[in-house]
């Protein structure tokens, strides 16, 4: 049996939040998701091209993305946009200006 590929998404919610990280659990009928190592963004630059450009490119600089914390459960989720390779180092970074 082949190993199960990380997959690493956007998750958004119902009160605006924007997450990043692992999907652990997703649950849509539920609308939960559980993320490790999960980020939020508090705010994406122009350069970053909305909330789909987190997923396809990452927050690019002048956005503000907090640290790293082990795992977040997530609740009202209204969609989940799976990360492309690039975005997911992006967000690893760090940025915060």
Known sequence: M????????VVTTEKRGVFF???????????????????????WSKETKGVLG????????????TPVIPQLEVNEVTAVMVATEGAIKAWRTGIWE
């Open 2 to 9: 082949a190993a199960k590929k990380k997959q690493h998404a």
């Open 21 to 43: 990280g692992e999907v652990v659990k997703h649950d849509m009928e539920k609308r939960l998701a559980t993320l490790k190592e999960a980020q939020m963004c508090i705010y």
């Open 54 to 65: 987190l997923a396809s490119k990452g927050p690019q600089k002048g956005s503000k993305v």
